[in-house]
């Protein structure tokens, strides 16, 4: 005697246990909160989308900063790449140097506290914060939870910054992205002194005319920004763990020049230079519960 299996009648079950764990899950994405935090620096846009405040759902960084169309393109990116529209956000927080630039946004913030949040996020056990950024060098203190207790800044001059590395790479000729490796090939001691941009750059200058080695004189040009932010460290304090933030956190080669000046372990993330846009994300989580209670 044959057995039919009835496939007809299994087949529609199974297509009502997909719909059911459909709309379960739609409910389950629904009760979830996601927040959107948007860095808007000088040099870059960073922009995060975070779910529950824990865990990165998407991020986009462009290398155009306020007054470009970087924030713009960061922000579309990251929706993509997320699968989300702008009005699915439960909250959105800017910071950055050109965080007001952005009208539509929910809040905005200091950049200080939201690198200071964003560290504590990437590495709980931090105290001491140093952000190094296309157009400034900031310091922080960081205390329970991850808030911001003290800062000194530097803002007036582009020594210690990323611009200057910008422009001393310039005048050697070689990409950014290659000053590390250069500078892991030093052999000789070069002092570039000059705290100044213009200064310096005659100095370097005046290296090249010497035929110093160019591996010599971008490993003085290190040195010479770690002198600079460590100058910034000493005057908050430095208390381990240090972590290291912003762009130039990409750059071993200043990383361990400032270990040398600080002789303290610097930790970092390849998330370092999303920092800011985390903290503001986390930042947005925690406003958007207040909001609804």
């Known amino acids: 005697m044959k057995v ?5 009648i299994f087949t529609i079950c199974l297509g009502i246990i997909f719909e059911y764990l459909l709309i379960f899950f739609r409910m389950v994405a629904m009760s979830a909160v996601f927040t959107m935090g948007i ?17 990165i ?10 007054g470009t169309s970087g924030p713009d393109r960061a922000i579309r990116d990251v929706l993509e790449g997320s ?39 990437l590495f709980p056990e ?10 400034d060098a900031k310091v922080l203190r960081v205390g329970k939870g991850g808030m911001m207790e003290s800062f000194v800044m530097n803002d007036k001059c ?5 611009r200057f590395l910008e422009v ?40 090249l005319s010497q035929n110093t080695d160019i591996c010599d004189i971008i490993n003085g040009i290190h040195r010479s920004v770690a002198g600079r932010v460590s100058g910034l460290a000493r005057r908050v304090g430095v208390t381990p763990m240090v972590v290291m933030t912003g762009g130039v956190a990409q750059n071993s080669g200043v990383r361990h020049a400032l270990e040398d000046e600080l002789q303290v372990d610097i930790h970092t993330s390849e998330l370092a230079q999303y920092a800011g846009a985390l903290g503001a994300a986390l930042f947005a989580f925690r406003k958007a519960k207040k909001r609804n209670g």
Do not use: N
């Not at 039919?4 to 007809?8: C, G, K, S």
């Not at 860095?39 to 865990?55: H, L, N, P, R, Y």
């Open 4 to 8: 039919f299996f009835p496939w007809a």
């Open 126 to 135: 931090v105290h001491t914060v140093i952000d190094i950024g296309g157009q």
């Open 158 to 162: 582009a020594a210690g910054t990323g």
């Open 168 to 207: 001393m790479a310039r005048i050697l000729e070689v990409d950014i992205g290659q000053l590390a490796e250069l500078s892991e090939k030093s052999t000789q001691k070069v002092d570039i002194s000059s705290t100044c941009t213009v200064f310096a750059e005659s100095e370097v200058i005046s290296q």
């Open 39 to 55: 860095d808007v620096g000088s040099t870059a846009s960073k922009c995060i989308i975070m779910k529950d405040g824990q865990e």
């Open 57 to 66: 759902v998407s991020k986009a960084l462009i290398s155009s900063g306020a």
């Open 83 to 121: 699968g989300f529209q702008r009005e699915d956000m439960g909250y959105i927080l800017a910071t950055g140097y050109g965080r007001h630039s952005i009208d539509w946004v929910d809040a905005e913030m200091s950049e200080l506290s939201c690198h200071a949040q964003g560290a504590f996020y």
